[in-house]
């Protein structure tokens, strides 16, 4: 298919009609059904079918929708460069976070990075763990920056910082405490568990098994801010990622070293066959510069 009939074909596909794609591509009727008419004419099948006055696209419509969609992403973006390109040598950076990151660590980055580069434009979108491989995969963002994200044979890791999970608590919970706290201490205690937020409550859940420490599991939440919040409002005590902590931390919340420490090491993760451009490779240079110092300043 040429790009003039991926255009037409995926206007019709979306808005439903040969008039609304003519609306939208600001050309007339008749210009969409010749074209639409050529491209089945050289694929060797119907794309369309009109049933009870409604364009109903046919299986191998669906079929090649998928394929076209992506196509027509990839052709917005090489708009996007091409408009960046134009207002001064600019690009383009989609990212993926995971929401505990994109509190305050990685904006913190952006803006740092387009006071250094200000034609530079960013699309962030926050992300879940169990949700990296399928952004990347269908080119909604270009890097995700997780922790620890899975192995995969089609990804690229690259660490950015180190990380730690530390204690977050109600301010005078533990009055005595001068240091780090040993996680035999929260034995019996009302505990904010973020089990489904993915490898890093795993971690947790592991040491806390692994120490025989049984908590009393008041509270089940997804993100860590939002434990964060629990915390505030005197939930009960929770484990998160020391960017969390260091985003929400106030004067009702007491943060904690924990000991063991437990790891939270922070990545980046491409797609193998889309390599990092240098602008990317740049960005991620100086994303763990903010996320080390965040890190320092912690407790």
């Known amino acids: 298919m040429r790009l003039r009939q991926i255009e037409i074909f995926h206007a019709v596909y979306v808005n439903g009609s040969i008039s609304a794609a003519a609306r939208a591509l600001h050309i007339s009727q008749p210009s969409v059904s010749k074209v639409l008419r050529h491209a089945e004419s050289q694929l060797g099948y119907t794309l369309f079918e009109l049933l009870k006055g409604r364009l109903v696209p046919t299986d191998e419509a669906h079929a090649l929708f998928r394929e076209v969609d992506d196509v027509f992403g990839r052709i917005g973006s090489l708009r996007q460069a091409a408009a960046n390109l134009k207002r001064g040598g600019g690009g383009h950076l989609r990212l993926g976070v995971v929401p505990s990151l ?4 990685i904006p913190s980055a952006i803006a740092r990075f387009r006071r250094a580069h200000p034609a530079v434009t960013f699309t962030v979108q926050t992300l879940h763990h169990s949700d990296v491989l399928r ?3 269908e080119r909604q963002s270009d890097i995700a920056i997780a922790y620890s994200p899975s192995e995969h044979p089609r990804l690229v890791r690259r660490r950015l910082a180190p990380g730690k999970l530390v204690l977050l608590a109600p301010a005078g919970t533990f009055p005595d405490a001068t240091g780090a706290i040993p996680v035999e201490l929260l034995e019996g205690r009302d505990f904010i568990d973020v089990a489904a937020s993915g490898p890093l409550g795993a971690v947790a859940g592991s040491a806390l098994e692994a120490l025989g420490v049984s908590t009393r599991e008041v509270v089940s939440v997804g993100t860590y801010y939002i434990a964060a919040a629990l915390v505030r409002n005197g939930i009960g005590v929770a484990i998160v990622d020391e960017f969390t902590a260091h985003a ?6 007491d943060c904690f070293d924990l000991v063991p420490t437990l790891d939270a090491d922070v990545h ?10 240098v602008l990317a490779d740049k960005f991620l240079d ?11 300043d912690m407790i």
């Open 102 to 105: 994109a509190l305050e660590a």
């Open 135 to 137: 952004a990347l995969y």
């Open 248 to 253: 929400t931390l106030g004067s009702d919340v």
């Open 268 to 277: 980046a993760v491409w797609l193998e066959d889309r390599p990092l451009s």
């Open 286 to 296: 100086m994303a763990g510069e903010v996320l080390v110092t965040s890190g320092r």
